[in-house]
């Protein structure tokens, strides 16, 4: 790597001449796609913003100045650039730096950051925060063409227009989103490309920015001089650049979707694929229903393809399908506008995104009952990112009044209660879909007197578990443990609903159980335990509650969680032992 | 009444001519000062569009064409022409129907609204019901300006814009939110009235709806035409009509902040501002923290009156105060930033509302470990309407990781909290302001370390008693009579921390106490007493959780929560009796 080599940080990249910088953006996309190809990663939105993060940092001096990447997947090249380039090159360093940017990385990144639609607004507060301090450095949030249809991004341009002082949002126009744009405002950007910038309507003129065209993004002789122009701006300022998602890799500039993020090579897609998992299931499910009933609409937040809609699902679904962008809060208040009007709504979204819709699902969606079904995919605690922990929505979701909180335990309880939401027509009903297929015919077939109470799978005695959702099977294994360890043969419940207690069940424990032990997929504060633990709280029960801390869990493998949040067999068997005890 | 006496539906109001409109229009309008005078209520929003909903009446069918109101403060003119009218007549119903929509009232309102900036999102999913289903009735969204900068209509109107169907947005444009606008699309908007809706730039126009302008939109001739051309429109379609916030009443019109919602007459507004509150003490302390530090900075998402900051505050404070509209997400991801970049954000904002900004909290803030103070008020159980309960907030914050979430019970506790929060670096921090103003000089001076712990404020024994923030002086009253009936001197301790347990107080109460009583100003579900319960569910302690039901409490007087919940002195104590025998 005859430039690459010699780059340890963002000055040593300003001795090179305008000339080399196409050599340098070919180095690092190969290096890009090696490493890429090698550990997965988000391909294609880093592919894309090669040339622009080199023209960042050749014209604009972080870490003074200041660079806020929304969703931040698009970093890599900022890494590289910045002392990180170990963890792109060398092997033994592929994992020391995570996907997003990362405060206690670098003093190049400035926020923890793996949501949408953030950007603006951070960057705005860094620039308010500068004028107050009488500072002079350049704030610049780098945001693409899909992030922009989040809502806070909306708020924060309407706000970054009106600061009165430097301000630039670098928009990074790939003509996509995770899938394909939706929404009105991506015909204004086709007009601004068609046009070269030029249009009479234009979306950001609209607010008030000053405004640049870049027609190639991915070209540093077209992009240093306009940041070198913008530079040192006094006035809030969007430079629009178009470039290709995908950049340098042929399949996945042709298949933005599949480009978006990549597994790493010898990854078995076939075999993941073939495995039977929730995705197809709810897929295929979804398909019949909709053949029967033309009112049946299934909704995505842009994230189709990791809730089990691929392409072929949504073109055979044709009207019956809608992609509103990242959208999360419009999602919920427009499948309870569908619901009112006589539809079947069915939203699929991920646990973490689900975050941003808190206010719709009580306000739009449950004070209204409107009988929409949301499924939450990545409910569960997971060595991932801790911009992307899914343990949350247990909390969020089952202390909001009138949601119908479910979480079934088998394949089958999962149809039955998806088949029956979609088809009653009196509340808001929330499924958390199962990271597993488990099969067990005999919970086929439940109707919604079932779904409203726990579920008695073994009776024993002394001891009762209860295994929410994805930890039901865990329940099991820990009756199985605790009678070889003391002899003692526990009950097994399968509690199906988080939002609501069953009196009558917890009540005729007491009579011959001494401790209630529950064990949930995500934190416990503010979660299904504790629920439990406040009802036998004027009693003798006592209770144990399982499940993760109220942390962030960054990487951390599930050995390492399963050890401190006791979460496996025999350190649940040694509480119950300890509290049995004591 | 000449008119209005002979309307009880919109069939009645077809009846009249074009030029009887006007006087029936003043009609209504004589009558909402009369009955607003009366009872209170939002006078600003609803003298301001009498014209617009008569002519909507007029034209479009309802309830087979179907209206959403936006907030729906505006909707008594509506109420009037659909079969409420005693509410608005006849003191002895002016009771009778809430201030916002309400489907339980009437077929004509489809949703139980009271929060921002929902109504595009709202009516696109009951346009795409219609779509699905055959239908051809017209979907009306009203919208105001000041609820054009929350973040959920702008998702709205990218996804309306393509909905390729009827659908159209009566765009009220009274260049006001509830108190100015703030933004860089209130400059298009000014722009788009100046040209008379022909502005090149054209905010609607970009996303690609149909647009027409009513420059005159308190005039039924005016509007009446355009609803009629639009009226069963194939295509997405805004109405931008330029409205008189508080028309009809001198002052209203003038003072639009002030007139936004109205007192009854005879109301002692002299006493209720001399009495001291949270408002006052909070926006003086905050001016003396700016005079000294340029860096302090306070943050409003439009309701800088309902927390505090009067006009009068807002002057003094200049560009250390900012109003960035009915955006919470964006208020608290740019109090992030600015915290981030060395400033010190204060965000004062009312509970119900904070609702709206859950991820950004979460993902923004509290992941990002910035250090800015959110001061929430009127988290309260409350006397209000549905739409606007303040009991959740405790749920949704203190399950947040890395919140420091802080309830003081006096005023002294809660200025050391504040100052300390200002001026401490190293984590975002939310106090609960409480209701009523209680001073105790003892609790003046607090450091950090003292947040961290639970005070006890009276050592005893058996029965520990836990008043967290307003509900504080609750658990003093309980003492007192459980003394008075058992004899039992209880411990009572002031939390004051409600995201954290501290185990060592709690530890310690196990030597000689048999139950713990928690007290909530809010929700239970997921509250600060269910940790409580969790924490002692492995232990002998018996514990009780006071607080709000998980339930939308629609203007149930305070008697009936109080008996309903058992928030009474004797309730309390009752129960604690019969847990200790049981």
Redesign the interface.
């Known amino acids: 790597m005859n430039y690459l080599d010699n780059i340890n940080s963002p000055q040593d990249l300003k001795k090179l001449s305008m000339e080399q910088l196409p050599e340098l953006a070919a180095e690092i996309r190969r290096t890009l796609i090696d490493r890429i190809s090698a550990t997965g990663g988000h391909l294609g939105p880093n592919l894309g913003m090669v040339e622009a993060t080199i023209a960042l940092h050749y014209v604009f001096d972080s870490p003074k100045d200041?660079f806020?990447f929304d969703v931040s997947h698009q970093c890599y090249t900022h890494k590289i650039l910045t002392g990180r380039k170990d963890g792109f090159t060398d092997p033994a360093h592929f994992g020391d730096y995570s996907g997003y940017t990362n405060?206690d990385e670098s003093e190049h990144d400035?926020?923890?950051?793996?949501?949408t639609a953030?950007s603006v607004?951070?960057?705005?507060?860094?620039?308010?925060?500068?004028?107050?301090?009488g500072?002079k450095e350049n704030i610049v949030a780098i945001i693409g063409d899909g992030s922009m249809?989040?809502?806070?991004?909306?708020?924060?341009?309407?706000?970054?227009?009106?600061l009165n002082s430097n301000m630039i949002i670098l928009f990074n126009d790939n003509e996509m989103s995770i899938a394909e744009n939706?929404?009105?405002?991506y015909?204004?950007f086709a007009e601004l490309r068609r046009m070269k910038g030029k249009a009479?309507?234009?979306?950001f003129?609209?607010?008030?920015?000053d405004y640049y065209y870049v027609e190639d993004g991915n070209d540093t002789r077209q992009l240093v001089p306009v940041f070198q122009k913008v530079k040192d701006t006094t006035r809030?300022t969007v430079i629009h650049i178009h470039t290709l998602k995908g950049k340098g890799v042929e399949w996945a500039e042709k298949d933005k979707e599949g480009g978006h993020y990549a597994f790493p090579a010898g990854f078995d897609m076939a075999a993941f694929a073939g495995a039977e998992s929730y995705d197809s299931i709810t897929s295929e499910f979804l398909l019949k229903k909709m053949e029967k009933d033309?009112?049946v609409?299934a909704i995505s937040p842009a994230t189709a393809l990791q809730t089990g809609l691929p392409m072929d699902f949504r073109k055979k679904a044709g009207?019956?399908y809608?992609d509103?962008?990242i959208?999360e809060?419009?999602a919920v208040?427009?499948?309870?506008?569908?619901?009112?009007?006589?539809?079947k709504?069915v939203l699929l979204a991920i646990s973490s995104f689900m975050?941003?819709?808190?206010?719709?699902l009580?306000?739009?969606l449950a004070?209204?009952s409107s009988p929409a079904t949301i499924l939450v995919f990545l409910g569960n605690l997971s060595p991932g990112d801790?911009?992307h922990c899914g343990i949350?929505d247990i909390?969020?979701m089952?202390?909001?009044?009138?949601l119908v909180c479910l979480a079934p335990a088998t394949k089958e309880e999962y149809l039955a209660m998806l088949d029956w939401s979609i088809e009653q027509t009196s509340v808001p009903v929330v499924i958390r879909v199962p990271s597993a297929v488990v099969s067990c015919e005999n919970t086929a077939g439940l109707t919604e007197a079932d779904f409203y109470r726990y579920q008695t799978v073994e009776k024993g005695s002394r001891v009762a578990l209860m295994g929410l959702g994805n930890f039901f099977g865990l329940a099991g294994q820990v009756k199985e443990l605790l009678k070889e360890r003391t002899g003692i043969e526990a009950t097994v419940i399968n509690p199906r609903i988080y939002s609501a207690l069953d009196h009558e069940m917890l009540e005729s424990l007491k009579t011959d159980h001494r401790v209630v032990v529950t064990l949930e997929d995500g934190?416990?504060?503010?979660?299904f335990?504790?629920?439990i633990?406040?009802f036998?709280?004027?009693?003798?029960m006592?209770?144990?509650?399982f499940g993760g801390e109220?942390?962030?869990t960054d990487r951390m493998p599930m050995e390492e969680q399963y050890a401190r949040f006791h979460l496996t067999p025999e350190l649940i068997v040694e509480?119950i032992q300890?509290?049995m005890e004591?």
């Open positions: 200041k806020v405060p400035l926020f923890m950051v793996g949501h953030t607004s951070l960057a705005t507060g860094l620039a308010k925060a500068r004028d107050l301090n500072g249809s989040g809502g806070e991004a909306f708020e924060g341009l309407n706000n970054a227009a009106v939706f929404g009105g405002m015909q204004n009479e309507c234009n979306f003129k609209s607010f008030g920015f809030p033309p009112s609409i009207r019956q809608i509103v962008g959208a809060e419009h208040a427009f499948a309870s506008g569908l619901a009112k009007n006589g539809a709504p975050q941003r819709t808190y206010d719709q009580m306000q739009d004070l209204n801790a911009t949350f909390s969020m089952s202390n909001i009044p009138g934190s416990v504060s503010g979660g335990g504790e629920k633990a406040r036998y709280g004027n009693s003798d006592r209770v144990l509650n109220k942390m962030f509480d300890r509290c004591g």
